[in-house]
């Protein structure tokens, strides 16, 4: 029989183990997940909003990027409200530190 301690290890590494499947999982499915997103939005603004959005490519760019192409937001029977040729971005995950001087 185990004692207290060996069944929280045992549970911690269970759930450690969980978890870091699940981050893997997520970045090795997150084109998909992208794609997804995109076509949820483009429904909800055709809609909701009554306008045609669509993005021509989107994809991530190392860990930290993503890059779209061709982004175009229509309102119906009315003129293009924007087009954007080309975006990027890249997200920071470091924790931002501010320094309060008096």
Excluded: W
Excluded at 11 to 16: F, T
Excluded at 46 to 56: E, V
């Amino acid at each position: 029989m185990r004692t207290k301690k060996q069944k929280i290890i045992l549970i911690a590494k269970i759930v450690s183990a969980f978890f870091v499947l699940l981050v893997i999982g997520v970045f090795i499915f997150r084109d998909a997940l992208l794609q997804k997103t995109i076509v949820e939005i483009s429904h909800k603004m055709d809609r909701d909003y009554n306008s045609s959005f669509s993005i021509k490519k989107a994809h991530f760019e190392g860990i930290t990027g993503i890059e779209m192409n061709d982004i175009i937001l229509v309102p119906k029977q009315m003129d293009t409200l924007f087009r954007i040729e080309k975006i990027k971005t890249h997200i920071s995950f470091g924790i931002c530190s501010q320094n309060h001087s008096n």
